[in-house]
């Protein structure tokens, strides 16, 4: 079974989503499961886990609700305020839908030591009562806050998305190499393979200019601890769906059937506890 472990849906709005600047013109719409489902279906993908892509509750509930109408959404990962006194009461009222899986923050858009403020930290310490899983997302210079984190916290389970977002259109490996060695020595943390592409040049990549950042990624990790994502429809600002399906399956095409089938899909299911 395939499953995109990172994909996202909005309804296109000009002030919230002002992040999609004019060199993204190509994502300045909406994007729902209506659009995903025949793309899925020719590219032969079961289903997928929706990310947040909004820091709102109302983000968190307009998921769920696509997830409830469209059984292809396996999963969500939503957003709840982490830094709130009540976390413990958000999180047991949206846990009343069991396709809520775990929890999101932008912290690419925090200071360097975010992860290690004492409010932040309570929330997610509140997190394994309810058996969410928590996606870290990083800049490279952020990694090192983020390995603090997930040897606090052993008993959570997190997910690195997009490989720590490392420099590739500048070809820049060493530090965030380093950092991702160290990240990865923590069993309880996976990493998704998504959000290549527009870390690369959009215009001009090359599948030579990932392979090195992969080889980092399946060295430290191994293939039981990588999922499969797509970060559709983000991922169209430098290739199609397919472009960047087909490239990974040609990586892969080295390891065994049955670690194939972890990285498309299984470790996702388990990742997540994804009911099929």
């Known amino acids: ?12 709005d000009r002030v919230r989503d002002s992040w999609i600047d004019d060199t993204m013109k190509v994502i300045r719409k909406d994007f729902l499961p209506s659009d995903l489902a025949p793309i899925y279906k020719k590219n032969g993908i079961d289903g997928c886990v929706a990310v947040q892509a ?3 509750e109302k983000e968190t509930m307009f998921l769920l609700e696509q997830a409830n109408g469209n059984p292809f959404i396996k999963g969500v990962v939503g957003w709840v305020d982490l830094l709130s006194e009540n976390i413990e009461e958000r999180l047991a009222y949206f846990s009343q839908n069991k396709k809520l899986k775990g929890i999101r923050h932008i912290v690419q858009a925090e200071a360097n030591d975010f992860m290690l403020r ?11 009562k309810y058996d969410l899983t ?21 008993e959570q389970y997190f997910v690195l998305d997009h490989i720590g977002k490392p420099d590739i259109k500048d070809g820049k490996i060493k530090n965030w190499k380093r950092d991702i060695e160290i990240l990865s020595k923590y069993p309880n943390v996976y990493c998704k393979i998504s959000g290549m592409f527009t870390e690369a040049d959009w215009k001009n990549w090359n599948e030579n200019d990932f392979l090195t950042y992969l080889d980092v990624v399946f060295d430290s ?18 290739a199609s769906y ?35």
């Open 118 to 128: 004492t409010d932040f930290q309570n929330g997610i310490r509140a997190l394994h």
């Open 54 to 56: 909004d820091q709102s």
């Open 134 to 154: 928590y996606d870290i997302l990083v800049f490279p210079t952020q990694l090192p806050a983020a390995t603090k984190l997930v040897q606090k916290f052993s």
């Open 242 to 276: 397919k472009e960047q399906l087909k490239f990974l399956e040609s990586y892969i095409k080295k390891f065994s059937a049955l670690e194939r089938e972890k990285i498309m899909g299984g470790n996702a299911l388990e990742f997540y506890n994804l009911n099929i």
């Open 221 to 238: 990790f191994g293939v039981n601890r990588v999922l499969y994502g797509s970060d559709w429809p983000v991922c169209l600002l430098a």
């Open 1 to 12: 079974m395939k499953i995109d472990a990172h994909q996202h849906f909005w309804v296109y």
